[in-house]
C-alpha cells in the first residue's frame, strides 16, 4: 500500500517547525533555561509536538510498507529498524525518545527539567535523521 504523502508531509512539517524553535532554545545555558518556566513549557510543548509527529509517521509507515501496527510507541521504530528503514542506532535514540514522551505527557508534574535540558542538547539531531530516513521512502 502506498505511502500518504500529504500527511507524511504535514508531519514533517510538524518536526521541522519545532526544531527550529528547539534549536534557538538549544543555546541558552543550563541555569537560565532552569530559571525560566516558560522555556520549560516551550521546550517540552515543541518536543512533544515533534516526537508525536515522528510517531504518527512511525505508524503510519509501519502499516503501509510493514503490514505491523506496534502495540506499544517505543516498538514502532524498532519495527522500522527491524524492515531497514532506519538504521538500529537511530531506532534506539527514537525508542528512547517515544518513552521520553510518555514521561512529558503521564507524569508532566515530576519532570526533571534537567533531564529534558539534556535531551535538548543530545537528540534534536535524531529526528533530523528521522525524517531523512522516512524522506527516502517518498
Do not use: W
Given at each position: 500500500m502506498d505511502?500518504?504523502?500529504?500527511?507524511?508531509?504535514?508531519?514533517?512539517?510538524d518536526i521541522l517547525q519545532s526544531l527550529e524553535?528547539?534549536?534557538?532554545?538549544?543555546?541558552?545555558?543550563?541555569?537560565?533555561?532552569?530559571?525560566?518556566?516558560?522555556?520549560?513549557?516551550?521546550?517540552?510543548y515543541r518536543l512533544l509536538i515533534?516526537?508525536?509527529?515522528?510517531?504518527?509517521?512511525?505508524?503510519?509507515?509501519s502499516a503501509r510498507r510493514?503490514?505491523?501496527?506496534?502495540e506499544e510507541y517505543a516498538e514502532c521504530f524498532k519495527t522500522l529498524a527491524d524492515v531497514g528503514i532506519l538504521d538500529s542506532d537511530l531506532?534506539?535514540?527514537?525508542?528512547?525518545?517515544?518513552?521520553f514522551r510518555n514521561m512529558l505527557v503521564h507524569v508532566y508534574w515530576k519532570i526533571d527539567y534537567n533531564i529534558?535540558?539534556?535531551?535538548?542538547?543530545?537528540?534534536?539531531?535524531?529526528?533530523?535523521r528521522f525524517v531523512q530516513a522516512?524522506?527516502?521512502l517518498l
Open positions: 505511502l500518504n504523502q500529504e500527511l507524511i508531509q504535514e508531519r514533517f512539517a524553535r528547539l534549536e534557538q532554545i538549544k543555546a541558552i545555558p543550563r541555569d537560565e533555561f532552569l530559571a525560566e518556566q516558560d522555556l520549560l513549557d516551550v521546550t517540552s515533534a516526537i508525536e509527529a515522528a510517531l504518527q509517521i512511525c505508524f503510519h509507515v510493514v503490514h505491523r501496527v506496534p531506532s534506539r535514540n527514537l525508542q528512547q525518545m517515544a518513552r529534558v535540558y539534556n535531551f535538548l542538547q543530545d537528540h534534536l539531531n535524531d529526528l533530523k522516512i524522506g527516502k
